[in-house]
């Protein structure tokens, strides 16, 4: 809220007024606005109400585009702003001046300064730091899921390392393939491969959440395919980060939420802070401090926990070890992580006499702890009986998993707008990120089982000696990248040029050895030991030291961007792009696109483009053995296999003579129109199809009989089933985005209504196995299961429609938010539609005086669930005493799908917060 004293005057002494009292940039006619009278103004307001109601009945009306420029006409004279610019400085520049030089900012597509989003031949969405902060969510990733319908942020429980780095989706494609970029520059990826069947399973994404809201001056999401602008990853589009540039003054917010059942205590502290050099440069520094308790939505353990049950029915059984009658039931943690984050990001620009340098520096450290299936006495694999007869752990174990994720960037740059409309930039960027895990309250089993029989403890000794807690392994990927970009302005074109060079890098750092070993088998995989037990730790296996990786890519790219205003009317725009990738060659991409103003206020949009993504580093070099679960029919218990990843370099895909991993390419069309209706309503709709052939997806887990060659190369490498990165897909993505703005003063206030919606559906055309392999000849159905295919079609919501309204009067902001998420469906061992719901979101803004406000409200303030899950289940059953009392009865600890939950599961938030501006 800003803090106005503006007496009634002539219109352009009060806009220059208006302009110094909210630190902001207003474009218009000297000789226009001084034929009229602007209002007074006294009193707190946002910065678009004040200036509505400075020009009330004026004769005068401002607009604000989507990407902020703040332009007044009359008459529907904004299509000729320049014009009326030019007339402004030839008759009075000392005006201009006065307000400040207009900033030519440039956005996500388009290489122009300046080009507002409404121009642009692509879909660009402008969402600034007014919008996410009403949202009342705490992550970048759910602010970005509750004010962009096309982009899709969703929730799986027990998937390893996705619950503490969830998958970033746009128009239901990948999490890969989104290419997100920080004021411009190409964000490096997270260490982290999803490999457990969730939404993006075999894809590596972005760490969204790496960033605080706090440090965002402004987001651009372009909604369309990139790659031959920006590179690899950007078919289903780009997001661009603008970090906050103030040079004075700064802000500080407490916001404390939890949810209605009790959990999730959720504290979120920020500090912003500007500093400006003697009027040459600034730098905005921003921390941020989170801590989120975890949530629990499990159901009951209602399967035995101890041996000797006797089975009544296929579903009742009679208690038989004593213990049974008073075991924990709420044995699994199902809900978000336990987290806690410090973030920090600097941004920073100092002019000198020709042209400016730059850069910003981003930190981020999230210590997760997540759980994994629980480990009852009665499994003799996971938790093996001892020489007492009963288990290693009596009670059993839940494992946690524990992981440090870090993840630090910077970029410096150097950039310069010479006299001859000509401009360079040269820069250099860092990026990486890391996870090490840790996986605590567990047991190696096999270590248990060899203690039993090599040596003489007795199984209490055992009990006590044995190591609960091991460090697993270490992820590490980072991104090294120099660009020199060119552009210049001609009479009847812009033309950019410029270079890329990229170095990627993935590590893997081997766990301890009591992570991974397998203590009870020979290097035969023959058990040494009566029973056999599993080896490595329990709820997330360790890395040995012969899958550690250190790889490194290199990449060099080259590209050109042609805009040309053909006409008054017609802007045509072109982009061509030849990357070279150390792995797979050459690949060279073409973007055609073009916006035709029929009217001043009707204009169509249209864009065609080849694209590509390369192997990410994790696709080609992940190495991995882990304990995955699986339904085996409708409503079946989860078994646990030892499952191992291969790289396509590694000795077992040799033997099966399995391809390297070529790029997926990409045809993208795109059809739309922007409709604007008296000054009040803007309205955009854009048509879309996506075509990518060779998608790099995971194999399912291929285990004995499906070929010799396959049998023989598992038995060697001591797995019950292997899994491989194959390029084995064709798909097909079709959709539409609609978006509507409707903004107008009512009863003393402004109102602000803004709805969007996006569908989109995905089917997949084609599965195929790579020829002359020993895949070859096995059906694709039995390389990529239906689960896999549904991940990638059914998943995700097949439409998301958001209605946010925005009122303000006097002191008091009402921020009323509703978001319908459609059906998705889930192949679990069978296979659920889980209906659409809608979530209603509130929040109530009280600004004080200039300095300090409060605000309060509720997410899901109707406490809104998904369905109750009915497939992939587990230890459902009804226990009952030898007097036929019931001990419990539970259709499974998975009360909601463990899978994919696009809102979560979580139920009904409130929060409280404060804010004190400096």
């Not at 288990?391 to 494992?399: K, M, R, V, Y």
């Not at 060079?501 to 035969?524: H, L, M, Q, S």
Request: proline share 3%; net charge negative; aromatic share 10%.
């Amino acid at each position: 809220m800003l803090k106005f004293e503006i007496e009634k005057q002539r219109a352009d002494k009060a806009l220059i007024n208006f302009a110094k009292q909210s630190n902001q940039t207003i474009i218009f006619s000297f000789e226009l606005t001084k034929q009229y009278q602007a209002n007074d103004i006294h009193g707190f307001y946002s910065f678009e109400a004040g200036l509505n109601q400075l020009l009330l009945h004026s004769g005068l009306q401002a607009k604000i585009d989507n990407l902020g420029k703040i332009t007044i006409s009359a008459d529907n004279t904004i299509t000729q702003i320049n014009d009326i610019l030019k007339t402004a400085s030839r008759v009075n520049n000392h005006i201009i001046e006065e307000i400040d030089e207009t900033e030519k900012i440039s956005i996500i597509g388009s290489r122009v300064a300046g080009r507002s989003a409404d121009d642009l031949p692509v879909p660009v969405d402008i969402l600034t730091t007014d919008i996410l902060s009403h949202t009342g969510q705490t992550e970048l990733g759910r602010i970005l899921q509750t004010i962009a319908p096309s982009f899709n942020f969703s929730s799986s429980a027990i998937s390893d390392g996705t619950d503490a780095l969830r998958p970033a989706t746009l128009r239901g494609l990948g999490p890969d393939q989104t290419l997100v970029l920080i004021n411009g520059k190409r964000r490096h990826q997270a260490s982290l491969i999803h490999i457990n069947p969730t939404v993006g399973r075999g894809t590596a994404g972005t760490d969204i959440n790496a960033i605080p809201a706090a440090a965002i001056k402004r987001i651009e999401v372009l909604r369309d395919g990139a790659a031959a602008q920006y590179g690899s990853d950007a078919i289903a589009g780009v997001i661009n980060i603008v970090l906050n540039d103030i040079s004075e003054g700064g802000k500080s917010s407490l916001i404390f939420g939890k949810y209605t059942l009790g959990d999730g205590d959720n504290i979120n502290l920020n500090l912003s802070k500007g500093f400006s050099f003697n009027d040459s440069g600034f730098l905005t520094a921003t921390l941020n401090i989170k801590n989120a308790q975890p949530t629990n939505r499990a159901g009951l353990h209602g399967s035995c926990q101890f041996d000797n049950c006797t089975s009544i029915n296929s579903n009742i059984n009679l208690a038989g070890d004593p213990r049974e009658l008073t075991a924990a039931r709420k044995t699994f943690r199902i809900g978000d992580t336990d987290s806690q984050q410090i973030a920090l990001t600097i941004n920073s620009a100092y002019e000198v006499p020709q042209g400016e340098f730059y850069g910003f520096i981003t930190y981020s450290n999230r210590n997760n702890e997540s759980a994994a299936f629980f480990r009852h006495n009665a499994n003799q694999n996971s938790n093996p009986t001892l020489q007492d007869n009963d288990a290693t752990i009596p009670s059993g174990f839940l494992p946690k998993i524990n992981s440090e994720i870090n993840d630090i960037s910077y970029s410096l740059g150097y950039q310069n707008t010479f006299n001859n409309n000509s401009f360079i930039d040269v820069s250099y960027t860092y990026g990486e990120n890391s996870i090490n895990y840790t996986t605590g309250n567990s047991i190696n089993a096999s270590y248990a089982n060899a203690l039993q029989y090599a040596t003489d403890l007795t199984a209490n000794q055992i009990r006590d000696i044995i190591p609960r807690e091991a460090y697993a392994y270490g992820l590490l990927l980072s991104l090294r990248t120099i660009n020199f970009d060119f552009a210049h302005d001609f009479d009847f074109l812009s033309l950019a040029i410029g270079a890329e060079f990229r170095t990627d890098k993935f590590k893997v750092i081997p766990g301890n050895e009591y992570a991974y070993k397998d203590f009870d088998t020979d290097i035969f995989g023959n058990s040494l030991f009566e029973n056999d037990a599993f080896a490595g730790i329990q709820g997330f296996i360790g890395t040995a030291p012969g899958q550690a990786v250190n790889e490194l890519r290199d990449v060099v790219s080259f590209y050109t961007d042609i805009e040309t205003q053909l006409t008054s009317s017609l802007l045509i725009s072109s982009a061509l792009r030849f990357d070279d990738y150390k792995e797979f060659g050459q690949s060279t991409n073409l973007k055609l696109a073009a916006n035709w103003s029929l009217t001043p206020n009707i204009a169509i949009r249209g864009a065609v483009s080849s694209g590509f993504r390369a192997p990410s580093m994790q696709q080609l070099y992940t190495d991995n053995i882990s304990t995955q679960f699986f339904s085996n029919s409708y409503g079946g218990d989860q078994t646990a296999l030892h499952i191992g990843i291969f790289r396509n370099d590694s000795d077992l895909t040799k033997a099966l003579s399995i391809p390297q991993l070529k790029e997926e390419e990409a045809i993208n069309f795109s059809m739309g129109s922007v409709l604007k209706i008296k000054n009040l309503i803007d309205f955009t709709i854009d048509f879309y199809s996506i075509y990518i052939d060779d998608r790099i997806v995971l194999s399912n887990s291929l285990g004995q009989d499906l070929s010799s060659t396959l049998d023989s190369a598992l038995k060697t490498s001591g797995v019950s089933a292997a899994q491989f990165f194959l390029n084995g897909a064709d798909t097909h993505t079709k959709g539409v985005d609609i978006i509507a703005t409707y903004n107008t003063p009512l009863l003393n206030g402004n109102l602000d209504l803004i709805f969007a919606a996006n569908f989109t559906d995905t089917q997949v055309d084609n599965v195929f196995t790579p020829k002359n392999s020993a895949l070859g000849n096995i059906a694709p159905e039995d390389i990529f299961s239906q689960q896999s295919i549904s991940i990638i079609t059914q998943w995700q919501p097949k439409d998301r429609i958001s209605l946010n309204t925005l009122y303000q009067v006097d002191d008091f902001t009402f921020n009323l938010a509703f978001n319908r998420y459609g059906e998705y469906t889930v192949t679990d061992g069978g296979t659920q539609t889980y209906g659409a719901k809608i979530l209603t979101d509130l929040q109530l803004n009280y600004q004080v005086n200039a300095s300090l406000s409060f605000n309060m409200g509720g997410n899901n303030i109707f406490d809104i669930y998904p369905d109750k899950n009915k497939i992939g289940n587990s230890h459902s059953g009804t226990i009952i005493d030898n007097e036929g009392n019931l001990i419990v009865s539970s259709q499974g600890v998975f009360t909601y799908s463990r899978r994919s939950s696009p809102f979560g599961f979580n139920g009904a938030y409130y929060y409280i917060g404060v804010e004190y501006q400096f």
